[in-house]
């Protein structure tokens, strides 16, 4: 079946530009996290929604970052006035949501962003 | 705060042997831990992941050792194959805070033949 999706796979944008991720994640899936990789580090935690309510963004690293799914399927995550900080791998994960439970995370191929 | 602590950072290890990679931690409210594999270009896939009420668990080639009292949990993988080679990840999370994941730094492991 389906996996987690995620587009554009490569994004280059200006500094100061703004730009929108989007992740697809399983369907049925009721969990969705974001996360950001940097190049040759594991991925940190940015932001988390249960269906379409965002539960958690605490690791949202500043105000120019703001993540919503309206519709409790797909997610958007979007990044305002990019820097060159910004640039790394996002990477979208999706589980079952199960309450109480502990369940395997899915994650999507990433979207690589560069920015100059 | 780095919460969870990964070495080493690469090993290269002969076909056929054994790779280990160890992660430490600090919280101890965090109650799951899975191992990640990732492939360039991908996505980290689970690779098996333990509970800290079980001290080992083993699926195929890949072995989880977790000692609570030390903080501590490792990854043993047998038999090692190039297709191994790869970024191994560890992680952490906890029920109470969602179960975002706390990743460790990675270990790249090249598997030669």
């Known amino acids: 079946g389906a996996g987690v999706s995620q587009s554009p796979r490569y994004k280059v944008a200006k500094r100061g530009q703004d730009v929108a991720l989007r992740c697809d994640p399983i369907?049925?899936?009721?969990?969705l996290f974001w996360y950001q990789q940097a190049l040759g580090q594991g991925p940190e935690f940015l932001t988390y929604f249960q269906n379409e309510a965002q539960l958690d963004k605490s690791g949202l690293p500043s105000d120019r970052f703001f993540a919503e799914r309206p519709e409790g399927s797909v997610s958007t995550l979007k990044i305002q006035r990019t820097q060159q900080e910004d640039s790394a791998v996002y990477l979208c994960?999706?589980?079952?949501?199960?309450?109480?439970?502990?369940?395997?995370?899915?994650f999507g191929p990433g979207t690589r962003l560069l920015v100059l | 705060q780095q919460q969870v602590k990964q070495s080493p950072q690469s090993l290269i290890v002969q076909k056929g042997g054994i790779s280990i990679i160890n992660c430490a931690y600090e919280n101890t409210a965090f109650d799951y831990f899975p191992w990640y594999q990732q492939f360039p270009g991908k996505g980290p896939a689970l690779l098996i992941a333990?509970?800290?009420?079980?001290s080992e668990k083993k699926e195929g080639r890949f072995t989880i050792s977790f000692n609570k009292s030390a903080k501590q949990f490792s990854l043993h993988i047998m038999d090692s194959q190039p297709g191994d080679s790869a970024t191994y990840f560890c992680a952490a999370s906890m029920r109470a805070a969602g179960n975002k994941l706390t990743f460790g730094g990675g270990t790249r492991v090249l598997v030669k033949p």
């Open positions: 333990i509970r800290p009420d079980v």
């Open positions: 369907s049925g899936h009721v969990s």
């Open positions: 994960a999706s589980s079952l949501g199960l309450a109480g439970g502990q369940e395997t995370q899915y």
